[in-house]
């Protein structure tokens, strides 16, 4: 499920009931901002909420804030919200100190509102991308697929659009299908990612217990990740599978591939051995570089679930290096 559905669902469940329910938006953050940029909150006037601005005070006095508005019963409620988590600034402090600032909308969802919000909700179930677009005239939702993942052009607080790519941003590629990458799935499963799992055994009981991957894909040989597996910023990669000879078939298959991120499990014994006879045959140093080999942090990990922290956190470095 991807993490932004719950929020909308209640949002849906409201309108459905006649509920009054307000949508609070992290239009922008900068800094070392709690909140990121698409963070969103649904509250409504049975108490209810669901996601996350951040957490912490300024989300908590957000909430108190979303509800008072609600209990006003104006028709059409919208507001931005400037936040500065320092208290050394001249205004509109968060009551936080972990520096940064983000740019919070405020807005009341209208009753006609419900077959957008719809079509989203489907959209997102089936995990589809799309373009959600926020404005103080409303919501807006579109199938067209953005160039970027976020645009906001904002010149007032009455005038500025802001545009969103709904649905999973980033792609991983999981490649064998045994007991680290069931770990791996399972703590992937928890963050912005659609995950395909690849293996060429079957049947096998840790990929009948991945109930984490979106998507399963059974090969007769592992060189077929190459047609199936597109280069992208947001494709993250990672190879593990039962043996050095299918590794390396993997690896083969994607090295004219261009990821964002790509890794192969295994022993610093095993994976110099793999990378060195890939530069004997004539490789480039600057194509064998972009591997991280062995994957991970080197954090000692042993266990299926220790690996996984180790290669998550890697590539939560790598995703998040220009941000």
Request: charged share 20%.
């Amino acid at each position: 499920m991807h993490k932004q559905l719950p929020t909308w669902q209640l949002i849906q469940k409201s309108l459905q009931q006649k509920t009054a329910v307000m949508l609070l938006y992290v239009l922008e953050s900068k800094g070392s901002s709690p909140g990121r940029q698409g963070f969103l909150m649904a509250v409504n006037t049975a108490g209810e909420t669901s996601g996350s601005l951040g957490g912490g005070i300024m989300e908590h006095k957000f909430v108190e804030m979303a509800k008072a508005k609600l209990r006003q019963n104006i028709l059409h409620e919208t507001s931005l919200h400037y936040q500065f988590h320092d208290k050394e600034a001249a205004k509109n402090q968060s009551g936080m100190i972990c520096s940064g600032e983000q740019t919070i909308f405020f807005y009341k969802v209208l009753p006609g509102e419900i077959n957008i919000i719809d079509t989203l909700i489907r959209s997102l179930e089936q995990n589809k991308n799309g373009t959600l677009q926020l404005s103080p005239e409303g919501i807006d939702f579109s199938e067209d697929i953005p160039a970027s993942d976020f645009t906001l052009e904002l010149e007032t607080e009455s005038t500025f659009v802001y545009r969103e790519k709904t649905g999973y941003k980033n792609y991983l590629h999981i490649i064998g299908g045994g007991h680290c990458a069931l770990a791996f799935s399972r703590l992937m499963s928890t963050m912005d990612f659609f995950i395909t799992l690849y293996d060429d055994r079957r049947p096998l009981n840790t990929i009948e217990q991945n109930q984490f991957a979106h998507e399963v894909k059974i090969l007769d040989d592992y060189s077929q990740v190459s047609s199936m597996i597109p280069s992208g910023t947001n494709r993250y990669v990672v190879i593990m599978t039962v043996g050095y000879r299918t590794d390396e078939i993997a690896l083969r298959a994607l090295l004219a591939k261009d990821f964002k991120y790509i890794g192969l499990l295994g022993s610093k014994t095993k994976t110099n051995k793999l990378l060195k006879d890939l530069q004997a045959e004539g490789f480039a140093n600057d194509v064998l570089s972009r591997i991280h080999a062995p994957v991970g942090m080197a954090i000692k990990s042993q266990s299926p679930e220790e690996i996984a922290v180790s290669i998550a956190a890697e590539i939560i470095q790598v995703k998040n290096r220009l941000l």
